[in-house]
């Protein structure tokens, strides 16, 4: 992406992080973002002031936000393997307040422990299996 199209891709993405964020408020977006009022904002969004990298992680930074101004291509191709490895699991994500996505952002050893603790949940929810918590305090 030449450096007009990544400025012009950025101005979308912004606009359209100040409607997810603030329902296109700019001057709420821009207390948000720990400015005084929207007038930066106003002037990133018209081109007169650079969208920053630190403008960047500070908006992705926002719950929901992760990589908000990446480039199409990867938000595509990481959506698009999440859900094709949903489906080949043959089931719809039960989780309304944690997506795949951001669980697979975890790196292996944190997908572990999460798997791991699930895993213990399930079974003591089920009767399948005390966990270990309930286990060791009963035998004292």
């Given at each position: 992406?030449?450096?007009?199209?990544?400025?012009?891709?950025?101005?979308?993405?912004l606009?359209?992080?100040?409607?997810?964020?603030?329902?296109?408020?700019?001057?709420?977006?821009?207390?948000?973002?720990?400015?005084?009022?929207?007038?930066?904002?106003?002037?990133?969004?018209?081109?007169?002031?650079?969208?920053?990298?630190?403008?960047?992680?500070?908006?992705?930074?926002?719950?929901?936000?992760e990589?908000w101004?990446?480039?199409?291509?990867?938000?595509?191709?990481?959506?698009?393997?999440?859900?094709?490895?949903?489906?080949?699991?043959?089931?719809?994500?039960?989780?309304?307040?944690?997506?795949?996505?951001?669980?697979?952002?975890?790196?292996?050893?944190?997908?572990?422990?999460?798997?791991?603790?699930?895993?213990?949940?399930?079974?003591?929810?089920?009767?399948?299996?005390?966990?270990?918590?309930?286990?060791?305090?009963?035998?004292?």
């Amino acid at each position: 992406m030449n450096e007009i199209n990544m400025t012009e891709y950025r101005i979308q993405r912004l606009k359209d992080a100040i409607d997810h964020i603030s329902k296109g408020n700019k001057s709420d977006f821009g207390r948000k973002l720990d400015m005084r009022d929207g007038a930066f904002i106003r002037q990133m969004l018209a081109g007169t002031r650079p969208i920053t990298e630190k403008t960047i992680r500070s908006i992705e930074a926002f719950h929901g936000m992760e990589d908000w101004f990446a480039p199409p291509t990867k938000q595509k191709q990481k959506v698009g393997t999440i859900n094709k490895n949903a489906q080949e699991a043959g089931t719809d994500w039960p989780f309304k307040r944690l997506s795949l996505e951001r669980l697979s952002r975890l790196d292996k050893d944190c997908l572990k422990a999460v798997e791991n603790r699930l895993i213990e949940l399930v079974d003591v929810l089920l009767g399948d299996q005390p966990s270990q918590s309930t286990a060791s305090k009963s035998s004292k």
